[in-house]
């Protein structure tokens, strides 16, 4: 029988990424499958620190083990912005196609277009907290290319793979590469060792 393992996020897009990368082994658990609907508090100054308030709020809230994530997009051109932001870049409703247009915007005419993903994940686990990282390098586009995956993947060219965009890989391709399957390996390799 599969364990389950309390991920504390209803974004359905990152909920769906993490069941994929963890068929078979885990049964992941969203928020709503506690009948947890509060909004959690996201104020950290960086991507470890909202995956560690998350973590922990739950945890302090609901007594259980979990894990969360926090993600960013860093644009060496504009000094790592989007950043910690990066799902409010443009609004604070989570609009991908409104963070796009912005992050297109703050870099026309801008040549030098490197940029990074980076996932922290935060396991609260027999009361101990642990932190696993991943990342991948890339470059911004000047143009959706895709319609798969979410948030900026239509703009996102990582430097492995053979030059799509993470939007126009199949799930698998992306998450063997991407920043958050990378992070999730690390978890694996801990909770299973």
């Not at 960086?46 to 997009?73: P, R």
């Not at 000047?142 to 799930?171: C, I, K, L, N, W």
Request: proline fraction near 3%; hydrophobic fraction near 35%.
């Amino acid at each position: 029988m599969m364990k389950d393992l309390i991920f504390a996020t209803n974004n359905t897009h990152k909920l769906d990424e993490l069941r994929q990368i963890l068929a078979g082994r885990y049964n992941v658990l969203s928020l709503n499958d506690i009948d947890c609907h509060e909004d959690i508090p996201e104020t950290a100054p960086d991507i470890e620190g909202n995956a560690v308030m998350k973590a922990q709020w739950v945890h302090e809230h609901y007594g259980i083990d979990c894990f969360s994530d926090d993600t960013g997009l860093e644009v060496d051109a504009l000094n790592g912005e989007p950043g910690v932001r990066s799902a409010r870049y443009a609004t604070d409703g989570h609009d991908s196609e409104a963070n796009i247009d912005k992050l297109l915007g703050k870099l026309q005419g801008v040549t030098e277009r490197s940029a990074r993903f980076r996932t922290v994940i935060a396991l609260i686990r027999d009361g101990e907290l642990h932190t696993f990282r991943g990342e991948v390098e890339g470059e911004i586009l000047t143009e959706r290319h895709g319609m798969g995956g979410f948030g900026y993947d239509s703009v996102f060219r990582p430097v492995e793979g053979d030059g799509r965009t993470f939007a126009q890989m199949s799930a698998e391709e992306k998450n063997a590469i991407s920043h958050r399957g990378r992070a999730v390996a690390r978890l694996c390799e801990f909770l299973n060792p």
